[in-house]
């Protein structure tokens, strides 16, 4: 296969390649494995053999089609941890045997507004998601983590901290970029008391940036089973969100709530928690929309806000911070063969808390 692009440096012939991965070619199928085609790098391009995929619930979504608009096949996967295996002639970031990493993006338009703030996730145009997006250099979509390599311009390309252990590290390319950017957007730290509404993969995430930011944290879980997970996590206190009389002890008192939830859920009843000119933002993504009293908001000036990841020079900022403290998420490892069971088993909630596929399982195969 090959197809011809226009570069600054001309037009250049781009070749592929079939690898192993895994994927689905349709929602109500199950993951097996596929042959899809990874391009041979350009100039500046990195491939990078993976060595560990984390599993989020956006991977979930989007195989099922959930979010609507899934391209098939399907191969998920946008928290990647692996070995470079081969640079293109203008890449000076990475060399051969560097350990590297690739988030929720592999492309935007490098030439809008946000893309020159740094906020390439908010790219004018739409950025290049690393699966399920139109690819600008193979005219297909884009296929992610779930597979033996993976070749990225090396501008999107990421470092990992030489402290922390890679298996671990990779849900930070999702969840942790996820739950840092608006902690840091709105200056979580010290002095701040900060409400984190679920404790699964972004949630304890969360609690542990929040705690390293210098919060006073406070975890709201449906769960019992939880309380003292969350406590071991760092969080100062821990609130049962189905009684009501827990919700009372901190009633308009919180700076900041994060709330991590992708399940139907009140959340006015986490708005209420928010102190004057309190913030809530929404980084869990139900698939209904979620109703807001607009009593819930006016009183107070509270405001109820999103966020999405983070741009690509944050993202590092993130890494570097979690090298710093020595952050990481917990996680299960599983083998590529596990993945429909693990699947049904993050619908259940049943993970503590991020699943993280070794892939040199996928190597089983033949």
Request: net charge negative; proline share 4%; with cysteine.
């Amino acid at each position: 296969m090959e197809t011809l692009k226009a570069t600054a440096e001309g037009v250049i012939a781009i070749q592929a390649k079939e690898v192993r991965a895994f994927g689905t070619e349709a929602p109500d199928k199950t993951l097996q494995q596929i042959k899809i085609n990874r391009r041979i790098p350009t100039p500046h391009d990195v491939e990078i053999e993976i060595l560990y995929c984390g599993v989020c619930h956006s991977d979930l979504h989007t195989a099922r089609n959930e979010w609507h608009g899934t391209i098939y096949p399907c191969v998920p996967g946008h928290e990647i941890i692996g070995k470079v295996v081969n640079v293109g002639t203008h890449v000076s970031k990475f060399k051969v045997g560097d350990h590297a990493a690739v988030g929720c993006m592999v492309d935007s338009c490098r030439e809008c507004q946000y893309c020159k703030e740094d906020l390439e996730q908010y790219c004018e145009e739409g950025n290049t998601a690393t699966y399920n997006s139109p690819d600008r250099h193979l005219g297909m979509q884009t296929y992610g983590g779930y597979s033996e390599n993976i070749v990225v311009d090396e501008a999107y390309v990421l470092r990992v901290p030489e402290n922390l252990d890679l298996a671990a590290a990779a849900p930070l390319l999702c969840a942790g970029v996820t739950t840092y950017s608006p902690l840091k957007h709105w200056n979580v730290g010290p002095g701040k008391k900060v409400g984190i509404v679920g404790l699964g993969g972004l949630g304890h995430m969360a609690v542990k940036l929040s705690k390293a930011m210098g919060a006073e944290v406070v975890v709201y879980t449906t769960s019992v089973s939880k309380v003292e997970d969350a406590k071991r996590l760092g969080a100062d206190d821990v609130v049962l969100s189905k009684d009501k009389n827990e919700m009372l002890r901190y009633a308009g008192k919180l700076h900041f709530v994060l709330d991590a939830v992708s399940a139907q859920h009140d959340v006015n009843a986490y708005l209420s928690q928010l102190r004057a000119d309190g913030t809530l933002v929404l980084v869990g993504a139900p698939e209904h929309p979620l109703p807001v009293a607009a009593f819930s908001l006016i009183p107070y000036r509270r405001t109820f806000a999103g966020s999405m990841i983070g741009g690509i020079a944050e993202t590092q900022e993130m890494l570097d911070f979690c090298g710093k403290h020595n952050i990481v998420s917990d996680i299960e490892m599983i083998n590529i063969q596990q993945i429909n069971e693990a699947y049904e088993r993050l619908l259940k909630g049943d993970v503590r808390y991020r699943f993280v596929i070794d892939m040199a399982s996928l190597k089983k195969y033949v």
